[in-house]
């Protein structure tokens, strides 16, 4: 079973940047889709971001233009950069593994606060 560990959450001033990241342990790293996650007090959790195997990349409207996915394979790593920050984004954000659309496992969550 895989296991994931984010990290880099933190305080951070709105127009800020911010960067986490997330390691898998475990073999198989490479095969799988990989997504960024998030959810603020009272809504649904909603993906952010993904990234398949090779590299292509998916975003939410929300985040569009200011959030970057990549991945290092080699390392099981997997980076969300974030820009411009608002305080809209604001939320618990998770790193996942994901099949067929759907995230299986999950880190145990990393706070991003924005605020002045």
């Known amino acids: 079973q895989a296991r994931l560990v984010e990290s880099g959450g933190g305080l951070v001033q709105p127009g800020g940047s911010l960067t986490l990241s997330c390691t898998a342990s475990?073999?198989?790293?490479?095969?799988?889709?990989m997504g960024w996650y998030r959810q603020a007090p009272g809504r649904q959790r909603e993906l952010v971001a993904s990234i398949t195997p090779g590299s292509a990349t998916n975003y939410a409207n929300s985040v569009k233009g200011r959030f970057t996915i990549s991945r290092d394979n080699p390392d099981n790593t997997v980076t969300l950069q974030m820009y411009r920050l608002t305080p809209g984004d604001t939320a618990v954000y998770y790193c996942?593994?994901?099949?067929?659309?759907?995230?299986?496992?999950w880190g145990q969550g990393t706070q991003v606060t924005v605020s002045s």
């Open positions: 996942a593994k994901m099949v067929l659309g759907q995230a299986t496992t």
């Open positions: 475990g073999s198989g790293f490479s095969a799988y889709t």
